[in-house]
């Protein structure tokens, strides 16, 4: 990692009954840093996003947001020091059209801005994912990844200084990849640090500074991407000892 670091987490857990999901797991994300998140599935990739972004609360361990502790906060709390979120399942609120959406991240965000001084900020925001001129649309007017553009554009309406996207390429065809891909990577451009849990190794390899690979709640291997994806642990966990 270059640069300070603007997420540390250090040694976090958290425990379902007897099932340790996330087992003593530090990293650190950079300013400006894409980290890739890792893993085959049931790794406890999700849950780290839901410990840092205060969707569960921790057993054990610290999260810093530029060296201020935040584990422990709710969400609402995290989210206005500067975290936002996409989910695995996306979740836009469907009741309420594309720039409505939008406008009530604005209200509850970091600045909380509403009303009339919002409406150019939506409409920017929307521009900016590629939604421009949709804000009148339902979100089940939209096509999947078109619902996954509106989520976005909520997330960046909060005005995160991490932006944490849960499998936000997964599902999407080659064209639609490829957008995806060149959307997250401008956001980087522009200076936004994000940790992506992803499955998409032509995303991680196109957009990943470095990586952190999970398996059964621990971290295996971290570092850069290629390196951490020829690590003999790291095969053996996607393919078995037979391929390691």
Same mark, same amino acid.
């Given at each position: ?107 509850? /965000? $970091?600045?909380?801005?509403? +009303? @009339?001084?919002? *409406? %150019? ?6 521009? !900016?994912?590629? =939604? &421009? ?83 059964? /709640? $621990?971290?295996?291997?971290? +570092? @850069?991407?290629? *390196? %951490? ?6 095969? !053996?966990?996607? =393919? &078995?000892?037979?391929?390691?």
């Amino acid at each position: 990692m270059s640069g300070a670091a603007l997420l540390q987490v250090d040694g976090l857990t958290r425990r379902f009954g007897g099932l340790v999901a996330v087992d003593g797991v530090s990293f650190a994300v950079g300013e400006g840093e894409i980290l890739g998140l890792l893993g085959p599935n049931g790794s406890g990739k999700t849950t780290v996003l839901n410990l840092i972004s205060g969707a569960l609360r921790h057993d054990a361990g610290q999260v810093a947001l530029a060296g201020e502790a935040i584990h422990g906060l709710p969400p609402h709390r995290v989210a206005r020091r500067g975290i936002a979120r996409t989910f695995q399942l996306v979740r836009p609120l469907g009741s309420l059209t594309c720039r409505e959406n939008v406008a009530a991240a604005l209200a509850f /965000g $970091r600045r909380r801005v509403f +009303g @009339t001084g919002a *409406a %150019a900020e939506i409409e920017a925001l929307l521009d !900016r994912v590629g =939604l &421009g001129g949709r804000g009148d649309a339902l979100p089940e007017a939209l096509t999947y990844i078109d619902q996954k553009r509106l989520e976005l554009a909520r997330a960046l309406a909060l005005g995160p200084r991490l932006l944490l996207l849960d499998e936000w390429l997964a599902g999407l065809n080659p064209t639609e990849l490829r957008q995806g891909i060149e959307l997250v990577a401008a956001l980087r451009a522009q200076g936004m640090a994000i940790l992506m849990v992803e499955h998409v190794m032509d995303a991680i390899r196109s957009l990943c500074d470095r990586c952190v690979v999970m398996n059964a /709640g $621990r971290v295996i291997a971290q +570092g @850069t991407v290629e *390196a %951490a994806l020829a690590d003999p642990e790291v095969v !053996r966990a996607y =393919l &078995g000892d037979d391929d390691a």
